[in-house]
């Protein structure tokens, strides 16, 4: 279900990124990063969506994991989360980097569908993404608004839905920032 903050930053982002995208007649470059992303998200390719995350958000996923694992609320809830990372005990996050921890992540998206060989046919065969628009933060920040559609066969029903991926700039590479649409606190008054 969506938020109320992140459906208004959609609807927002929708109304002035498209219209000044289509005022300008272009997209911003950085949208073909965001696609790619998503496509490899949706077929499953976990290396090659985790070469498209900057490196900052990867740390700060790999930090996430280890903080929700300490506070799962039971040991057979932290054992069952362990056991889809591919570990036995929390401090086998240690030796790993932040990348594999994104891909293990990932890898158990896929091994909780009852078939994954078929799924990831299906999305090869029917996804179809369409960038809407782009809105650009500064220099180093591009929010890009994706149109997916795809099908189940199986199921007899297509599915429609926007995606709203941030992006910054990493050096002189857009990266997918997994942390950009979050909350930020700030101070109203200026330090003296």
């Known amino acids: ?27 911003h470059p950085s949208h073909k990063v965001a696609e790619k992303y998503l496509r490899a998200i ?4 976990w290396n090659e969506a985790a070469d498209l995350v900057e490196t900052q958000s990867l740390k700060n996923l790999k930090d996430f994991q280890r903080r929700y694992l300490l506070k799962a609320p039971t040991i057979g809830e932290e054992q069952e989360l362990l056991r889809l990372l ?16 994104f891909i293990r992540r990932g890898q158990a998206k896929t091994k909780r569908l009852v078939d994954a060989e078929k799924h990831v046919a299906e999305m090869k065969k029917t996804l179809v993404m369409k960038t809407l628009g782009t809105a650009t933060e500064g220099t180093n ?32 590479v857009w990266k997918i920032s997994l942390d950009a649409q979050e909350p930020k606190i700030f101070n109203l008054k200026p330090k003296k």
């Open 42 to 45: 949706h077929l499953h390719q």
């Open 1 to 27: 279900m969506t938020s109320p903050r992140r459906l208004f930053l959609t609807l927002t982002l929708l109304v002035v990124g498209t219209a000044g995208a289509w005022a300008q007649g272009k997209l």
């Open 141 to 172: 920040a591009v929010h890009v608004i994706i149109r997916k559609e795809f099908a189940s066969e199986s199921e007899g029903k297509g599915f429609s839905e926007l995606s709203f991926i941030s992006l910054v700039k990493e050096g002189t």
């Open 86 to 101: 591919g570990l036995s005990k929390i401090s086998d996050l240690d030796p790993l980097t932040p990348r594999e921890i």
